[in-house]
């Protein structure tokens, strides 16, 4: 078995989901492992990582609205507010989605389900770089 | 070192945690691995995982109360509904949960806590095969 | 590639965030491994894991109540309920937060963000002895 380490960096256009499934099957595939195990980290507490439905939109959309209504930008339910009125809901939502995530990898392949993709959740209302890590075991 | 992988498919009776702790363990214990980790990954994104309280029913049933208030079965809330007005919730609940568990091998046997078990988390209301694979590295 | 496991036991001093960042970078950093991963797994589930931020206490503080606004210790709630009124909630906190996480090891060292920190979240009134199982695989 061997292991193979990424640094990725991935910024979204806006506030919300951003697909980097086709940037982490790249890296994968060219380490030609057949049989393992992906991780991704991201180094951000204002941004997190999610798998989640890839084929409608809609869902995207649905989901962030979901959280924008179960995490208010209101300044009066926070004393952390002196990064802005998104800061301290980006930390929640990071909180009640992912900092890492697991995928195998069986036949040299990500093992994602047919409708499973991964996703970058930018969380602050001014996008930035995002650094997410990648290290694959396998052989 | 050396890894391991399985598929297992299991089918909740009715939407809720369905507990596949005995499954996992199975296969887990068949493989002769001494120390090593676990990981248990859905491929889907209307279910999900959960490790979770084994021994009292009533706190099943509240999670997954807890969830139905939380992530309503509204349709005025989505504009994903063409899947029927559970699907987009399914959706959100998985996101709020897990598609991938580790939990570490110690001495031949899964390290869960006295009162941990593993769960799939159906979220639809009508239940489906899902599919769910281990992978397994240690030594 | 080597594997090594440990049991860390931490306490909270009371109800909320206590960061573990310093006891687990120790350990891993005694074991010498250039290139890795290492996974934590908690062995309870009225208790959880995360990573957050880790510069401000109003963090630790805002996202706690949040939590305990979206989940109220309200017995009529719920059926579980004999173990007192914040125990339901607190295996709900759990499921909405993590059993387990992952941090690369990139050069001798956990690769974790400039503000991320490794938190134990302690989710009942009376804090007691949490185990934290730590997994490290690399070379």
Known sequence: M???QHRLTARADKRGLLEITSEVEGWTRGQSVESGLLTLFIRHTSAS?????????DVLHDLERFLM????EDE????????G????????KGALTQTHL???ILD???ALGRYQGVFLFEHRRVPRDR????HLVGA
């Open 102 to 104: 697991n995928v195998p």
């Open 85 to 92: 009125p998104d800061d301290m809901p980006a930390h929640i």
């Open 69 to 72: 209504r179960l995490v208010p």
């Open 49 to 57: 990582l999610l798998i989640q439905e890839n084929v409608s939109p």
């Open 131 to 134: 650094e997410v890590l990648l």
């Open 108 to 110: 040299g392949r990500l």
């Open 76 to 83: 009066a339910l926070y004393r952390h507010v002196e990064e």
């Open 2 to 4: 061997r292991q193979y």
